[in-house]
């Protein structure tokens, strides 16, 4: 079983600052299965990036999803209110990251 | 619009069984596969496993293979879960999601709104 690892646990930043998270897999992902979510408290997770790059239908042009192999990145490049939340990466059909809380600084 | 309604919440004991609902609309049910996935208080997403609607082929995460079982009825456009012998630990929120298949990936697109179980004596 594949494990995904994200880091780092929590993010600490200020609005207009950029926000880089890291899902480092055990053995190698295909790009096509790794996708990025947000979940914000009391709301289920909202799919943001699929195919480890591709962003996902409504989702502002500031995320952004890169890697491959064992490594993947979400880059939020400039970070607004509304983006501080949870987020998990996931190989579909297998398990989550343990998640990146980005917190207001 | 395309959506997952999922049942209420359950209140169960130890040793008990829960099955949760979770109805599709917007779109061909039979299309898409179901996932589930649940969350404990505080902490992170916990997939489970999945279903083909249109061929009822599952896969279960090997952490509940054995205690899981999931279903469909096509008709009503409705997937299933029922987890077995349920313990302490089983208390979460509970979410199915749709796998929708893109040109270049494939992920869980659509997500209920969650069905609360607890387990309590």
């Known amino acids: 079983e594949i494990v995904l690892t994200q880091s780092p646990g929590t993010l600490s930043l200020s609005p207009g600052e950029r926000a880089t998270l890291s899902c480092r897999a055990s053995?190698?992902?295909?790009?096509?299965?790794l996708a990025w979510y947000q979940q914000k408290p009391g709301q289920a997770p909202r799919l943001l990036i699929y195919?480890?790059?591709s962003r996902a239908t409504g989702i502002p042009d500031r995320f952004s999803g890169s890697g491959s192999g064992t490594d993947f990145t979400l880059t939020i490049s400039r970070l607004e209110p509304e983006d501080f939340a949870v987020y998990y990466c996931?190989?579909?059909?297998?398990?989550f990251g343990g998640g990146t809380k980005v917190e207001i600084k | 619009q395309v959506q997952l309604v999922q049942s209420g919440a359950e209140v169960k004991k130890p040793g008990a069984s829960v099955k949760v609902s979770c109805k599709a609309s917007?779109?061909?049910?039979?299309?898409?596969?179901i996932n589930w996935v649940r969350q404990a208080t505080g902490q992170g997403l916990e997939w489970m496993g999945w279903?083909?609607?249109?061929?009822?082929?599952?896969g279960y995460a090997q952490k509940f293979q054995g205690r899981v079982t999931m279903t469909r009825n096509t008709s009503i456009s409705t997937a299933y879960m029922e987890l077995s012998s349920l313990r302490s630990e089983d208390t979460a929120v509970y979410y199915c999601?749709?796998?929708?298949?893109?040109?270049?990936?494939?992920?869980?697109?659509?997500w209920g709104q969650g069905t609360t179980v607890t387990v309590s004596s």
């Open positions: 999601a749709r796998g929708r298949r893109f040109l270049n990936g494939v992920s869980l697109d659509v």
């Open positions: 917007g779109y061909t049910f039979t299309s898409y596969d």
């Open positions: 279903m083909n609607p249109n061929s009822g082929n599952t």
């Open positions: 053995q190698s992902v295909s790009s096509s299965y």
């Open positions: 195919g480890a790059s």
């Open positions: 996931q190989q579909y059909g297998s398990s």
